[in-house]
């Protein structure tokens, strides 16, 4: 079964960087594509940034411009999230997910999810 594990979320003032990390284990194939949503209480979830694991290929909304960067190490299994200039409205529970396929979108259902990570940022 896939496996999902996110880390790195932590406290960080406003203005500084964070990076988290998804370990992503027991996929039976190479197609797939791992992303990053956020969820704050109250709040819609929201999509941040997907890669494709066969071209490495990124995608973002316009929504979501600026500030964040997605990447891989094939070597580690590891999806990364940098987050940079982080702001209080960035405070969230972070998840990686996961689905089959190339298709790279930040919407709709995905099939594997992680526990979540919490970032909150301090003012």
């Known amino acids: 079964e896939v496996q999902l594990v996110e880390s790195g979320g932590g406290l960080v003032q406003a203005g500084g960087s964070l990076r988290l990390s998804c370990a992503a284990s027991g996929f039976t194939s190479d197609d797939y594509v791992i992303a990053w949503f956020r969820q704050a209480p109250g709040k819609e979830r929201e999509g941040i940034r997907c890669?494709?694991?066969?071209?490495?290929?990124?995608y973002y909304t316009d929504s979501m411009k600026g500030r964040f960067t997605i990447s891989s190490d094939n070597a580690e299994n590891t999806v990364f999230l940098q987050m940079n200039l982080v702001k209080p409205e960035d405070t969230a529970i972070y998840y990686c997910?996961?689905?089959?396929?190339?298709?790279?979108?930040?919407?709709?259902?995905?099939?594997?999810w992680g526990q979540g990570t919490q970032v909150t940022v301090s003012s």
């Open positions: 997910a996961a689905e089959y396929g190339d298709s790279c979108v930040l919407s709709g259902p995905y099939e594997y």
């Open positions: 890669i494709r694991k066969s071209d490495g290929s990124t």
